[in-house]
């Protein structure tokens, strides 16, 4: 398909309205990724709210969020009463932003940015009151891995906390900064969103980072979208039954009720997949 792909891609999104993206939005002088994030802490909470307040979650507690970006979501639970919280990325490039917004919301003491593998992070056992990966778990390379580790660092009482969109996600791909098509990744094939992501980001002044970010190489040296993991809802359920996590509630969450029972649309229409294990 190559350039008549990226062609038609290219073309076809342009009856599309982008959509938000703090990526976008900091780049527009118009909001920074941490305060963007900060702004959308208590809407991350929403999905465990029927079963779990946020000062249970929160009061008191020594938390974990992984995957915390620039820490923005990070900080809003550190507002919530914590005794302390950590926040976990790979990218310790955030830090400095992350410790800024911190001091800003009287958090610097309490608040600590950890550059780190999810999958092999140095803290102790039994560390953490409350772990949170929120709209992380289809972006870490070993999620298995990942549920072990928590585990590994949870307090015996402690609760994880985890929800993502899974990759049938109408933006499942996780390239709407700049593709706006709603389940493109199902429409094109991989490497013509890779092409047509390149065009689209050449000319912004943090595309070559972008690009850095979300794509990189398969086993075999292929190009890839190496920022996601591709997890669906039958993989996470895999991956708990075969952890030592209890299942104490789960909920896929559908966009539209009334859709969602037909078979096969009601894999496209899950807007997130919510755990507390």
């Not at 979501?73 to 955030?94: M, Q, R, S």
């Not at 999958?119 to 992380?136: G, K, M, P, R």
Request: hydrophobic content about 40%; charged content about 25%.
């Amino acid at each position: 398909m190559g350039s008549l792909g990226v062609a038609l891609l290219k073309k076809t999104n342009r009856f599309f309205k982008p959509k938000p993206h703090p990526f976008n939005l900091q780049n527009d002088g118009v909001q920074t990724y941490a305060q963007w994030q900060f702004d959308k802490g208590e809407n991350t909470l929403d999905f465990y709210k029927k079963h779990t307040p946020a000062e249970e979650m929160f009061r008191d507690k020594i938390v974990l969020d992984i995957g915390c970006g620039a820490g923005g979501k990070t900080i809003y639970y550190g507002t919530l009463g914590v005794k302390a919280i950590y926040g976990l990325d790979v990218l310790g490039k955030y830090r400095q932003e992350a410790q800024a917004l911190a001091e800003a919301k009287g958090l610097g003491e309490k608040f600590h940015f950890v550059e780190g593998d999810a999958a092999e992070t140095l803290f102790a056992d039994n560390t953490f009151d409350t772990i949170l990966v929120n709209d992380a778990m289809e972006h870490v390379k070993a999620p298995g891995k990942v549920l072990e580790e928590a585990y590994r660092i949870l307090k015996p009482g402690g609760c994880l906390y985890v929800n993502f969109p899974p990759y049938d996600h109408p933006y499942g791909a996780h390239l709407s900064d700049a593709i706006y098509i709603p389940w493109v990744h199902r429409f094109f094939r991989e490497s013509t969103l890779i092409m047509a992501y390149r065009e689209l980001v050449r000319d912004l002044p943090d595309g070559e980072e972008r690009l850095a970010f979300r794509v990189g190489k398969d086993e075999k040296g292929r190009e890839c979208i190496s920022y996601i993991n591709k997890m669906t809802v039958k993989w996470f359920k895999r991956l708990i039954s075969e952890s030592d996590f209890k299942t104490v509630y789960f909920e896929v969450v559908h966009f539209s009720s009334i859709l969602s029972k037909l078979p096969v649309a009601r894999h496209f229409l899950v807007r997130m997949v919510v755990a507390v294990l």
